[in-house]
Nanobody, 120 residues
Framework: QVQLVESGGGLVQAGGSLRLSCAAS????????MGWFRQAPGKEREIVAA????????YYADFVKGRFTISRDNAKNTVYLQMNSLKPEDTAVYYC?????????????WGQGTQVTVSS
C-alpha cells in the first residue's frame, strides 16, 4: 500500500513557476513508477509526465515538453514536478500517482490532488 500526498499548488500569473511535490509513504517507494496527471474542469484526466523508479525512463506530454520537469528523490520518498512558463491552459487539479511498474496510463495509487491556477 502506498499513500500519496501532493503539495505546492496555488495561484500564479502566466509565465510564472511552481514546484509540486508528492510525498509517498511505504518502504517500497523506490520501486514504483511515478506519474503526474492533471484534470481541468469539464475535461478528462490526462498524463503530464512519468518517471521510472531508476529515473532512466522519463515521459512528457507534448504540451509540457520544455516547460515542466519531473524528478524524484528515492531517499526522501518524494517526486517533484517543476513547472515553468506556466500558461492559463495549465490550470487544473494535479494528481500524483504510483504504479508497480513504469507506465503512462495504468496506476495503482493516487493522491488527493492539488489545485494549480494560472491567471492571464
Amino acid at each position: 500500500q502506498v499513500q500519496l500526498v501532493e503539495s505546492g499548488g496555488g495561484l500564479v500569473q502566466a509565465g510564472g513557476s511552481l514546484r509540486l511535490s508528492c510525498a509517498a509513504s511505504g518502504r517500497t517507494f523506490s520501486r514504483y513508477g511515478m506519474g503526474w496527471f492533471r484534470q481541468a474542469p469539464g475535461k478528462e484526466r490526462e498524463i503530464v509526465a512519468a518517471i521510472s523508479w531508476s529515473r532512466l525512463t522519463i515521459y512528457y506530454a507534448d504540451f509540457v515538453k520544455g516547460r515542466f520537469t519531473i524528478s524524484r528523490d528515492n531517499a526522501k520518498n518524494t517526486v517533484y514536478l517543476q513547472m515553468n512558463s506556466l500558461k492559463p491552459e495549465d490550470t487544473a487539479v494535479y494528481y500524483c500517482a504510483a504504479s508497480k511498474k513504469y507506465s503512462t496510463a495504468d496506476y495503482d495509487y493516487w493522491g488527493q490532488g492539488t489545485q494549480v491556477t494560472v491567471s492571464s
